[in-house]
């Protein structure tokens, strides 16, 4: 449901309720009455703001697709040099990761939601698919080899750090290490 309308003070208590139970608990494991009364509203409020659940998924997913892609444009901004840049999103995650252990909301909805119809699958799924562009974009600017091929690579390390965040393990200095290895191993000689 796409709403041009400001967000109401309600409208901002159900997003950061909704927000918070689907990243901790799942897409499908909370309802829209936990919702509302996690955030202090009728089911009624929940519905004549968003319309359906699965509007409020979207707007959720939404949301935090925003403020990722803001990360990750800051990060690629903060690299003077067009190599690194190309690895800035693995930057911006180590920035991500710390305020999110449950993983990536978007693999988790891709998971949760299967359905490509879906609005949230979609806007899962393109950022993802942004996300590689963005990969694409940076190495053929670089002057990297091969930039389609590279930014498939490099969206395959990113996306298997962060299916493996949730385990004990620090798969992101390595993966970050072994993009640059590859983003370096493509750019043109400097010396």
Not at 4 to 30: D, H, K
Request: aromatic share 6%.
């Amino acid at each position: 449901m796409e709403n041009t309308r400001p967000m109401t003070a309600a409208g901002r208590c159900i997003a950061a309720a909704a927000e918070e139970l689907f990243y901790a608990r799942g897409i499908t494991a909370v309802g829209v009455d936990l919702i509302a009364e996690r955030s202090g509203v009728t089911k009624r409020t929940l519905y004549n703001r968003f319309g359906s659940k699965d509007h409020l998924v979207a707007a959720y997913l939404t949301e935090r697709d925003r403020r990722w892609r803001a990360l990750v444009l800051a990060a690629v901004d903060a690299c003077t040099d067009p190599v690194d840049k190309v690895t800035a999103p693995f930057d911006a995650l180590r920035t991500w990761s710390a305020g999110n252990t449950r993983g990536c909301a978007f693999i988790n909805a891709l998971a949760e939601l299967p359905d490509p119809s879906h609005p949230a699958h979609r806007i899962a799924a393109d950022q993802k698919l942004w996300l590689r562009t963005l990969f694409e974009e940076l190495a053929t600017t670089a002057g990297c080899r091969e930039p389609a091929t590279l930014a498939t690579r490099l969206l395959v390390l990113h996306e298997g750090t962060l299916a493996t965040q949730p385990l004990p393990l620090d798969t992101l200095s390595g993966s970050a290490d072994l993009a640059r290895a590859l983003v370096r191993s493509g750019a043109p000689d400097t010396r």
